[in-house]
């Protein structure tokens, strides 16, 4: 038979290994996310930003102010038409 004090290390030492499988799974499980999720809201807002900025830059010489004007109204509201649509469905 084994004494208790053998019973009480291997206890112990059976708590510190589902300690350690429990921080690894935690870790795995943000290193997944991590991969699947998309970057943060500030990341894509630059990266939006910077595309927009160069797409004014590179169509207003072209189009004009009132015809760009003109587009990015019609444009504004086909996206909130998209928009309202998606959402409709959605419930």
């Known amino acids: 038979m084994t004494s208790s004090d053998d019973l ?3 206890k ?3 708590t510190a ?3 350690l499988s429990r921080v690894q ?3 795995a499980w943000i290193d997944l996310r991590n991969v699947i999720s998309p970057p943060a809201t500030s ?3 630059t990266g939006a930003r910077r595309m927009a900025a160069f797409l004014v830059a590179a169509a207003l010489p072209f189009l004009g102010r009132t015809r760009f ?3 990015l109204r019609y444009a ?3 996206l909130a038409a998209l928009r ?3 959402n409709w469905r959605a419930r």
């Open 8 to 10: 009480a290390a291997r």
């Open 12 to 14: 112990a030492l059976l």
């Open 17 to 19: 290994q589902a300690d």
């Open 25 to 27: 799974l935690t870790l």
């Open 43 to 45: 990341e894509r807002s």
């Open 69 to 71: 004007g003109r587009l």
């Open 76 to 78: 504004s509201f086909a």
């Open 84 to 86: 309202a649509l998606s």
